[in-house]
């Protein structure tokens, strides 16, 4: 359906914006020669306009990828005069205009062409993804079928939505419309994206303008500019083990520009990428679109969506993690902070640091272990994250950006929700790590096995369990009951009868040398129950004992 406001708004011109690209006979090109991901950008039909050439300069960036603007109109573009199309003149111009050099059928075929060339003029590129604006978005979505050479492909504001279109995709799809395009065509673009199994994402922009991605973008403007980055989010993730590989994969998925901090696995990240064996992500082998060593290598002018901490809680051997941080969040109060770690009471420190940030805080359920540097094992289907910001009474801005963190997951294939409390998640799943985590590292057995060895043995996690329980009842935690801790124990029990059992994390740790997370999970659980007056006698005496085992690893002793 053609977009009445297509032919009434006209070009903005800008002012004072240099672009970076090169115009070349292939294109306008932009972005690093030698990256491994190109982009096309189709124009609308103002063709090379200043804010196009501005919006892949920031896809580049972002993105870290080639990005290139072929001159479909080889300079013949439609004039600011003939909008709004409300003489015969006016209307006949456009219609002329866009029957020739913008025709849609002829266009696409210039597309799958010149595309075939790119291959060869850019060798390093192993995908290209097409983005259309307004006109080129129609261009984009009818490349996208049977023999597209795309990996993905998006439409910004599109002008002639038709969820005809969307029925013949087979590859993944993005739409992001403004306020101005039929209601009924975008809807009918969200329900067969849903449901085709291929993937993509369909949003409304419900401030933005038709065309304030191209030729009408008034990128000067703060809300425009915003909303347009906001296209593509920026997502910097902090402590990059199995389970911060497989979030980046989602995230990277979902369109996001994904920054890898690495430590130990850095050399062969930088080098060849991660390469995940995933039951319910498929077998991929992927880059980061950035890989550093330490967040002090950012850029300094870089300025993050989200920063997402996935680090074990390990104090004693680094600086604070707030001042890990701080060279990303000094000075950048809307980076939202979001931290993907275990055991209870870890946030204060962040929101201390850092009140003004949105702060949320995440309970991730995910089996994955990196099995050798950059190689993560990810065995199982399970793999969701629990938000919530904290304080749970937060601004609805900071509720907003965690509904957001939570749709971009699942975009990029997992499972994602946002509680009113996350504190509830937190104990919850503290039930799994402080029964199981520590019993396992310090007898170096799977669930499994430690239930198998004797009676005893049950006796003593169950008794762990309703400690935990107790605990949570005289706090005032909801849901945190016997039923719950029943359920928990029984997956455990049902690995130990049928003769296997998983390693939770605490004891791959130990087994690889590394510091295990024993004050998150045990340490703060106990002095929590002190404080109340709760008695954990089980706890008390198993964090004891992990603690000794983690001072010595400390002092790197065996």
């Known amino acids: 359906m053609s977009c009445d406001a297509c032919r009434t708004l006209p070009q903005v011109i800008p002012q004072g914006y240099t672009p970076k690209g090169t115009f070349k006979k292939v294109a306008d090109v932009t972005g690093p020669s030698d990256a491994s991901t190109g982009i096309v950008v189709l124009y609308d039909v103002f063709g090379l306009a200043i804010q196009t050439l501005q919006g892949a300069d920031l896809l580049a960036a972002r993105l870290n ?7 479909f109109f080889e300079g013949e573009v439609a004039q600011p005069e003939w909008f709004p199309a409300d003489t015969e003149e006016k209307k006949n111009s456009l219609t002329s205009f866009v029957a020739n050099k913008a025709s849609i059928p002829r266009n696409v075929d210039t597309l799958l062409e010149i595309t075939s060339q790119y291959n060869t003029l850019f060798p390093s590129v192993a995908k290209w993804a097409a983005l259309g604006l307004c006109w080129g978005g129609k261009v984009a979505v009818l490349a996208s079928g049977p023999g597209t050479p795309f990996v993905a492909t998006a439409q910004v504001h599109p002008g002639r939505a038709d969820k005809a279109d969307a029925e013949k995709l087979t590859i993944p799809h993005i739409v992001l419309a403004s306020k101005d395009e039929p209601v009924e065509e975008i809807q009918g673009y969200a329900e067969v994206i849903s449901k085709n199994g291929i993937g993509g994402h369909v949003e409304t922009y419900n401030t933005m303008w038709h065309g304030w991605m191209g030729a009408r973008a008034n990128l000067d403007e703060e809300e425009s500019n915003a909303e347009y980055r906001r296209g593509s989010p920026s997502i910097l993730l902090f402590g990059v083990g199995s389970v911060g590989a497989v979030h980046l994969l989602q995230l990277q998925r979902a369109g996001c520009t994904v920054t890898a901090v690495c430590r130990s696995n850095y050399e062969v990240v930088k080098q060849h990428g991660f390469t995940i064996t995933s039951e319910r ?4 082998t992927y880059k980061p679109d950035h890989v550093i060593r330490t967040i002090a290598e950012c850029p300094p002018d870089a300025v993050y969506d989200y920063l997402i901490v996935s680090s074990k809680v390990v104090p004693g051997r680094q600086p604070p993690l707030a001042d890990q941080l701080r060279p990303a969040l000094e000075g950048r109060p809307n980076t939202t902070i979001v931290l993907a770690q275990n055991g209870i009471e870890i ?18 359920y995910i089996s994955a272990a990196q099995t050798s540097p950059g190689v993560i094992d990810n065995a199982e289907m399970l793999n969701l994250v629990e938000l919530g910001t904290f304080p749970a009474d937060a601004p609805e801005a900071h509720k907003v950006s965690a509904r957001r963190l939570a749709s971009l997951l699942v975009q990029g294939g997992g499972d994602a929700t946002v509680l009113d409390d996350i504190q509830v998640a937190r104990w919850s799943k503290l039930l799994l790590n402080a029964a199981w985590g520590p019993v396992t590292a310090l007898s170096l057995c799977t669930d499994g096995d430690f239930l198998r060895s004797s009676e005893f043995a049950n006796e003593l996690v169950w008794g762990i369990m309703m400690e935990i329980v107790t605990l949570a009842r005289k706090i005032g935690i909801p849901g945190v009951d016997e039923a719950a ?19 939770p994390s605490m004891l791959q740790d130990v087994k690889q ?13 106990v002095r929590v129950g002190r404080k109340w007056g709760v008695p954990m006698p089980r706890l008390e005496t198993i964090y004891a004992l992990a603690k000794g085992r983690y001072e010595v690893m400390l002092k790197g002793g065996a």
Do not use: H, M, Q, W
Not at 347 to 364: C, H, K, T
Not at 493 to 498: E, H
């Open 65 to 71: 990828s080639l990005v290139l603007i072929p001159d």
């Open 281 to 284: 992500l498929g077998n991929t």
């Open 347 to 364: 946030e204060n420190e962040i929101a201390e640091a850092y009140p003004l940030n949105p702060l949320l805080s995440g309970v991730v």
């Open 485 to 503: 801790a029943e359920k928990r124990f029984a997956i455990a029990k049902a690995r130990a009868d049928a003769g296997t059992g998983r390693e």
């Open 513 to 525: 040398g590394r510091l295990f997370e024993v004050e998150a999970i045990v340490g703060n659980t």
